[in-house]
């Protein structure tokens, strides 16, 4: 039984910086009231033809090997987390593998949301300490601003998210002490509906059906988002599923170097901070500038932090995210 570990980090966003008072001219809002209610400042959003979900992960996906230490030729599967997929089908794994020109590896493709990276995680780790495979790439990449609803009726949600993309490398440790220690999934589906995007969906109606309609107020193609009872659920879960993790390797909040929760609102990780107690130097945010990212937002998190010096050989790194499906998960990793 081998240890499973973050031998690379990597992240792509792409140059176009949209800023709240820049929402303010598409919709009834303004940067106060963004800021208060989610800790977002800005995000960025892809220029259309200039980028898709798949090549922001290939981009995240180049660095991330590279600080690797490996030749892209060394990678044993694919793993990709994404809500916006640049196809119904097939999934963007494969198209990493084909723009990569990886070796025909597997590639599976993960639908968990904000959740996605954790889960993608969780898969990695099993492969990898079974000894099925010894470097498996994970990414999480999102594209919503093409999918957004840019008007005052969408405002609840469209402030909200930003497009970018995250990517690891997990490879084989021999230091079972070292690497992820260990991971937590869960679901709840009863509240599926209340954070969702209902179409296109084969479930909604069949194509010919949505052809003919054309019904321009059909506002099932935009994401829903039960705010209150979302953010309600998210506190708990988090905090939940966080001291899962520490109690099943024997450690407390106390023991936390740093903490990287999915971004999906500032008031929710502060909420979660003050209850473990932690200072500001033990948790990581960026979502003020960023916006929700979903799958890519804890990766985009980890590789900054890593990257200015934040998360040191030898401290305890807890990933924790919560979102649609319901879905939540930590995963607990000794870098």
Request: aromatic share 8%; proline share 3%; hydrophobic share 40%.
């Amino acid at each position: 039984m081998y240890n499973a570990k973050i031998s690379g980090l990597g992240f792509f966003v792409p140059e176009n910086v949209v800023t709240n008072d820049d929402l303010s001219k598409l919709m009834d809002t303004s940067d106060e009231w963004i800021q208060e209610r989610t800790g977002i400042k800005e995000r960025r959003h892809v220029i259309k033809g200039d980028d898709t979900t798949t090549s922001m992960g290939v981009k995240a996906a180049k660095i991330a090997i590279e600080r690797a230490g490996i030749d892209k030729d060394e990678i044993d599967f694919i793993i990709f987390a994404t809500l916006s997929p640049d196809y119904y089908f097939p999934g963007p794994g494969v198209l990493v593998q084909r723009d990569l020109n990886i070796n025909t590896v597997g590639a599976l493709d993960v639908r968990n949301q904000c959740s996605g990276f954790v889960y993608a995680i969780s898969v990695a780790d099993q492969y990898v300490k079974s000894g099925m495979y010894k470097n498996v790439l994970v990414i999480g990449s999102e594209l919503h601003s093409h999918g957004l609803d840019m008007t005052t009726r969408g405002r609840g949600v469209s402030v909200i998210f930003g497009d970018g993309a995250g990517a690891a490398v997990i490879s084989r440790e021999e230091d079972t002490n070292k690497g992820i220690l260990s991971t937590h999934l869960h679901s709840e589906g009863q509240h599926a509906e209340e954070l969702s995007l209902i179409a296109p969906g084969m479930g909604k109606r069949w194509v010919n059906d949505i052809l003919q309609d054309n019904d321009p107020n059909d506002t099932s193609y935009f994401p829903h988002m039960n705010g209150q009872f979302v953010f309600k659920n998210a506190v708990v879960r988090f905090s939940e599923v966080i001291m899962e993790g520490l109690n099943a390797n024997g450690l407390g909040p106390q023991d936390i170097d740093m903490l990287i929760p999915h971004q999906a609102n500032l008031r929710i990780s502060q909420f979660v901070q003050k209850k473990f107690g932690l200072s500001d130097d033990q948790v990581f945010n960026n979502i003020m500038h960023y916006g929700n990212t979903t799958a890519a937002s804890i990766p985009i998190a980890l590789t900054e932090a890593w990257e200015s010096g934040k998360i040191k050989e030898g401290d305890l790194v807890v990933l924790a995210a919560f979102g649609s499906g319901f879905t939540w998960g930590s995963a607990i990793i000794r870098w």
